[in-house]
């Protein structure tokens, strides 16, 4: 299978590149404006393909799937150009930095019938996607940073968005009622909280932009029984005992963090041709839309 990688800042090169460089019968191909990135990775991954952009990448040779991994603002554009030649994207999150530029590039995928996935890599996660198989009526996640106010759009679509789309993954039902809080400062979003309901379920996620650290946990209660996840590795289990749990000293992070599942997942779903889940790609990104609003004070519903 020969696919190509475009853009190759730092998550491509910490996260994809090794897998996918790694992964049996895969002819990876790169495509960035950087010469000196292009050489060096090329040179460290023995890889041959290199193109100064995607239009040279395209004119040279064909590809059954490509990896998207350029800055948010760049998305819809590559998507796009891809999509229309027919090759199956993998795009890191967000699709797009607005709920209407990412529905337009879902509806471009569905008509063309064409692959298209978000990386949303902690439905992978070995400990977060363990919890789908656990009784769950509520569940709380909590992502923080350490001194990163920052506009709302660009907290929320780069980086809550992680948030928005756990708590869907992990709901067990339909979850109609949506509660948003936000805390703007000097248009800085400094902290937003997200609470989604349904029946006998409810589900909160918060972020806090000034915290003491960055850090990560999800907490799933039902049935009498605990489990928290701290950072994607370590977890503790109660049901009248408590037990931890801590990743393996020799797990690769890249399968701690559910890249390897992700990227595997992916691969299979162009092989075997499925189509794009474009219900949840879309429903995750007018969520985060609606939390901008707020932020920015239009608390107009969105329609659904």
């Not at 040279?60 to 554009?77: L, N």
């Not at 968005?161 to 339909?174: E, G």
């Not at 989604?196 to 049935?223: C, K, N, P, Y």
């Amino acid at each position: 299978m020969r696919i190509l990688l475009c853009g190759l800042g730092d998550i491509a090169r910490k996260a994809y590149l090794p897998v996918l460089a790694s992964t049996p019968g895969l002819d990876v191909h790169l495509a960035t404006r950087d010469p000196a990135t292009l050489a060096s990775l090329g040179t460290m991954y023995r890889i041959s393909g290199l193109y100064p952009s995607l239009d040279e990448a395209l004119a040279t040779t064909g590809f059954d799937a490509a990896f998207v991994h350029s800055a948010t603002a760049a998305h819809p554009a590559m998507v796009e150009t891809l999509l229309r030649r027919g090759i199956p994207v993998f795009v890191d999150k967000p699709l797009a930095d607005s709920w209407e530029d990412a529905e337009r590039l879902v509806d471009l995928a569905v008509m063309q019938g064409c692959l298209l996935r978000v990386g949303f890599n902690r439905r992978y996660a070995p400990g977060y996607a363990a919890l789908r198989d656990t009784a769950r009526s509520f569940v709380l996640m909590e992502k923080h940073r350490y001194a990163q106010p920052d506009t709302p759009r660009r907290v929320v679509f780069d980086d809550f968005i992680h948030v928005v789309d756990t708590l869907r993954f992990l709901a067990p039902v339909a979850t109609p009622r949506v509660t948003i809080e936000t805390i703007v400062r000097d248009r800085r979003l400094h902290g937003v909280t997200m609470t989604l309901a349904g029946d006998g379920f409810h589900a909160v996620g918060t972020m806090q932009r000034d915290s003491g650290l960055d850090e990560e946990r999800l907490t799933v209660i039902g049935d009498d029984r605990t489990v928290s996840v701290s950072n994607m590795s370590d977890s503790i289990e109660r049901d009248g005992v408590e037990r931890h749990r801590r990743r393996g000293d020799w797990t690769p992070v890249a399968r701690q963090r559910g890249f390897e599942a992700m990227c595997a997942d992916f691969l299979d779903a162009v092989r075997t041709g499925l189509a794009t889940d474009a219900a949840d790609i879309v429903e995750t990104h007018r969520l985060c839309e609606a939390i901008v609003r707020h932020a920015d004070g239009d608390r107009r519903p969105l329609r659904t």
